[in-house]
């Protein structure tokens, strides 16, 4: 398949995600554990420049201009974080317009000192390399703003939103440090189907030297659950992607009893454990 073809398909896939599954609205009270705010950050960092993106994902597709100024983006800063510590950073892509995750993630992100930032508007509708760029601008904004663990620095996303996720994780390894893809995930090799009848062609191609940071640092966390749709799909990146190609920190999570949709708390901490951890290596199927 032509390189130009490629993020077309991605985002085929992931509005079919999309309208089979949405994530759970937010609740209309206020949390308990977190100041929720709407922010914007007015920079382009460099990594998010057209001729950046386009380098790092080898597409030919135009990036195209992106004002951040224009889009907006929910923070959820907890009520015990302090300003002369540093905490880490859990950059969220949604597969719909709103950012915000369950309050029990909430409270999950304020005990492991994470900082929360996800775009706006930015769902599976919206062009792919947007979703991309608003990621890198809100890794970097939250580097300016707060005083930021360099060593924490993850992004995250569900169905769709996990998808790009993957793709961050690996393209943008220098940004981010660890990647939990709940219920979608891509890879930038061919990979079987799960029944092995055809090849599923890469993604993304990402920047060799960008490529190594990835398997030499970063984490990888992918959770699906019993019966999600995307399950047998999840393992075989997880089995002939990740581990095949060398990556020695990535985990497959299973959420037993439910379908596409976001799991509970306890299994967005077995990731988060897992991506906090200093030297992971390759697990084995945690259930």
């Known amino acids: ?25 937010a609740s209309a009270a206020a949390s308990p554990v977190l100041g929720a705010s709407v922010t914007q ?68 992100l304020a005990k492991r000192r994470l900082l929360f930032v996800g775009a706006l508007k930015a769902g599976n509708s919206r062009n792919i390399l947007d979703r991309i760029r608003l990621a890198v601008c809100a890794s970097a904004g939250m580097r300016e703003r707060f005083q930021v663990d360099e060593r924490r620095v993850y992004v995250s996303g569900f169905s769709g939103g996990g998808r790009v996720a993957s793709m961050l994780g690996v393209a943008y390894a220098d940004m981010f440090t660890g990647a939990a893809c709940f219920m979608g995930v891509n ?17 993304f191609i990402p920047d060799d030297e960008v490529l190594e940071i990835a398997k030499r640092r970063s984490r990888f966390a ?30 497959y999570l299973e959420a037993p009893g439910i ?6 708390a306890e299994w967005l901490e077995r990731a988060l454990q897992f991506l906090d951890n200093p030297r992971p290596s390759v697990q084995a199927s945690l259930r």
Request: with cysteine; net charge negative.
């Open 259 to 264: 379908g596409h949709s976001l799991p509970s």
């Open 187 to 203: 890879f930038y090799t061919d990979l079987p189907s799960a029944d092995a009848k055809k090849l599923y062609p890469p993604q």
């Open 222 to 251: 992918l959770i699906s659950s019993e019966k999600d749709f995307n399950k047998a799909d999840t393992r075989i990146v997880w089995e002939q992607g990740f581990k095949k190609e060398g990556f020695p920190s990535a985990a």
């Open 41 to 108: 950050f007015s920079r382009l960092p460099v990594q998010a420049g057209p001729a950046e993106v386009k380098a790092r994902l080898h597409c030919i597709e135009d990036p195209g201009t992106l004002e951040p100024g224009k889009d907006s983006f929910q923070l959820l800063v907890p009520k015990n974080y302090r300003s002369d510590e540093h905490w880490g950073v859990f950059v969220w892509i949604s597969p719909s317009d709103s950012a915000r995750v369950p309050q029990e993630w909430e409270e999950v």
């Open 1 to 25: 398949m032509p390189v130009q073809r490629l993020l077309l398909l991605l985002g085929a896939l992931a509005f079919g995600d999309m309208l089979q599954a949405a994530p759970p609205p």
